[in-house]
């Protein structure tokens, strides 16, 4: 999956303090997300850190599963409509759950749909001009 510039810078600095902190560990683990001790993390570890984070931090309650409706609302709002490729991104199979689900109309891709719209009929009325 390609990742935008950030992501990817951030992983690897995610990827070598993971490095130093299982320097101990005899056998490295291939997952990214470990504990202390070399482990993979579970779900439920992600969740119950978001929760400490958030209550420490005095943030709003966050959980993992935010992030993925994050992600594909900035998708949407992104311009990108290829159902197939939203789909793959999250991990769907079945795409109608995607659109049922995920598949509402923000004001910003509403303005954005519209510009196209727009923009379109624009070029298009003035071809029709060029004609006559």
Known sequence: MALDAFTLEKMKEW??????????VKKRPKELFI????????MASYADALRYLCRTNKLKHTNPHMFRHTHETIMWEAGISDINFISARLGDKDKSILLETYG?????????????INDFMSHWTSELRQIK
């Not at 990827?15 to 101990?24: E, M, S």
């Not at 509402?104 to 196209?116: V, Y």
């Open 15 to 24: 990827h070598d303090l993971r490095k130093n902190r299982i320097i101990r």
């Open 35 to 42: 504990d202390e001790i070399g482990q993979f993390v579970k």
């Open 104 to 116: 509402h109309r923000s004001a910003r891709s509403e303005q954005l749909n519209t510009e196209k």
